[in-house]
């Protein structure tokens, strides 16, 4: 049967991409449906329950930047705050919290049942409507059919996933989820290009059985505690909870090492290909074999379980060798495991094959986000899937897409890659990806972002002001900070050397004494002169505010380096190729690079020259080409 109502927009699968992309499209007021397995696993944490870290953090901030869920999310269920690498630049800053995964949860799923223009129906997702060489709906497992006027999938590990502990092995979506059998079929009978990746996840550990005595405790940043949404405060915070830190031994080793003769991935029973920068245990003790110990983070899976994730140990091996190197290491000698690790094999389908706005080349208005695009991690998924779910709604509103580019978020770095290189291995995002990793930080990833997110019409009025305002007080106090000036007539020597270092020979503006290095934004506040009036202050209240001018400040003179450099590349990064363009008529180029773009069809010439083998010399061919046709 046909459902009676018609949607703008169906978002398939409820996971991180999914979510994303049905409050993105409803958020810009088209009429969207989500239709997941289970209501009761949206937002569900399939491995680790931690959000953030380096390059996923910026991702989570941009998500949040242009009203999507994921951040402020996390503050609702994050048990544990960190800023990862606080001693370094602010370009590598990251956020990272630890997340209660029932709260989690909760908070992701009180956001989907209370936004306008959302609804959720629970039912596996079996086929796709195709009229022609476009989408028109979704047909579930018991044959009923939604119409759409497009089609987000974000189907995770689930297309055709296979499940393996050591050399059993079952057809599932994840532990304790059903796989999506028919629908990967649908999809390669559609002749998308597809391949095989894999990932795996640690055995779960009852706490009542580890002994913390003998670990190391690991507490979150506590003065003070981060805040991962713009909209966010500590006080949503639930009661925050250390980790705890053991450690692999050589027993452990040895036990993985006579136990790799039954590892799936050891014996040839794996195919696909899993991430290198995210091993299991038997890779690393079988890569690093001079490495004597490895740390392992027991990390709590909320307040109200025992649960803990012991992350480090991902691993497929049968589950007596799990139990013996479980039970290997300090602390865990009594450890009982309620949960088996596994490794998991499901299919992906080349990102080579999607536009820049994650609509597939093939079939139009069908979108694709998430671990389907060979991906991995909540993040990459979670900015991807909003991505889709905003074009997707563009499009049925008849507008352009919005793609961002590479120096203007990480999300465009993200799906640059993936259209343009496609993916060897499940791919993460890592700060080292980014060319204007200097102006691609967390903290600016609303002044990026929540503007263009206000003009497409998914930003909220509340976040929309909140921003206006923190952008209008980070303009007051730069303008402050460089026409406030400080002499050495009204600063004695002493307090010049407490906050300078040493005495000031001339006039100076606040400014000017910030970019010093010894100087932060608190430290000039406390300026006092010869009769201890407030030299510097009255200092902004807001620490976002007072960060982001220090930063501002501090680092102005690469900022507009960079800028500059983006804007030296901008015309050729941008020109726009020709839709349908036939690069075997560009002469002078190799017959494979003719093939490999006539194959790829880039949209720009930025993007031609990151496909492989297409070297800066073909880029200047093309662009001759391309100037004589004028
Ligand atoms: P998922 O979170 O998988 O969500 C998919 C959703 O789609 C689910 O709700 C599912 O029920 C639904 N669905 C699927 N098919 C259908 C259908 N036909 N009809 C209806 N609904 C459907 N990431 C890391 O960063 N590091 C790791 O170490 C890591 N290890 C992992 C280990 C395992 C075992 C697994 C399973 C995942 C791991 N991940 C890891 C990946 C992380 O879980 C994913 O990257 C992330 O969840 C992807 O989000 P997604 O929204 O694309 O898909």
Known sequence: MFYPKEFDVIVVGGGHAGTEAALAAARMGQSTLL????????????????????????????????????????DE???????????????????????????????IRSRLENQPNLWLFQQAVDDLLVEGNRVVGAVTQVGIRFRARAVVLTAGTFLDGKIH??????SAGRAGDPPAVSLSARLKELALPQGRLKTGTPPRIDGRSIDFSVMQEQPGDLNPVPVFSYMGTTAMHPKQVPCW??????????????????????????????????????????????????????????????????NGISTSLPFDVQLDLVRSMRGMENAYILRPGYAIEYDYFDP??????????????????????????????????????????????????????????????????????????????????????LSLREDNADMRLTGIGRQLGCVSDAQWQAFENKREQVAREMERLRTTWVNPRILAATEAERVLGKALEREYSLADLLRRPQVNYESLMSLRGVEQQDLAGPAVADPAVREQVEIQ?????????????????????????????????????????????????????GQCGRISGVTPAAISLLLVHLKKKG
């Open 352 to 437: 080579r094959g999607l536009k820049s706005s994650l609509e597939t080349r093939q079939i139009e208005g069908l979108f694709f986000a998430g671990q389907i695009n060979g991906t991995t991690g909540y993040e990459e998924a979670a900015a991807q899937g909003m991505l889709a779910g905003l074009n997707a709604a563009l499009q049925t509103q008849g507008r352009e897409a919005w793609v961002p580019r590479r120096d203007e978020a990480y999300l465009g770095v993200l799906v640059d890659d993936l259209i343009t290189k496609g993916v060897q291995e499940p791919y993460r995002m890592f700060t080292s990806r980014a060319e204007f990793r």
């Open 35 to 74: 239709l997941t397995h289970n209501i009761e696993t949206l937002g569900q944490m399939s491995c680790n329950p931690s959000i953030g870290g380096i390059g996923k953090g910026h991702l989570v901030k941009e998500v949040d930047a242009m009203g999507g869920a994921m951040a402020i999310a996390t």
């Open 77 to 107: 269920a994050g048990i544990q705050f960190r800023i990862l690498n606080s001693s370094k630049g602010p370009a590598v800053r990251a956020t990272r919290a630890q997340a209660d995964r029932i709260l989690y949860k909760q908070a």
């Open 553 to 605: 400040v501090k680092y102005a003179g690469y900022i507009d380096r960079q800028a500059k450099e983006v804007e030296r590349h901008a015309h050729y990064e941008n020109l726009k190729m020709p839709v349908g363009f036939d690069y075997m008529e560009v002469s002078g180029l190799s017959i494979e690079v003719r093939q490999k773009l006539n194959k790829h069809q880039p949209e720009t010439l």
């Open 245 to 310: 830190i053991t450690h692999t031994n050589e027993k452990t080793h040895d036990i993985i090492r006579a136990g790799l003769d039954r590892s799936p991935m050891y014996t040839g029973v794996i195919e696909g290909v899993g991430p290198r920068y995210c091993p299991s245990i038997e890779d690393k003790i079988h890569r690093f074999a001079g490495k004597e110990s490895h740390q392992i983070f027991l990390e709590p899976e909320g307040l109200t379980t025992n649960e803990f994730y012991p």
């Open 165 to 170: 502990v050591g050399l059993n092995n079952y």
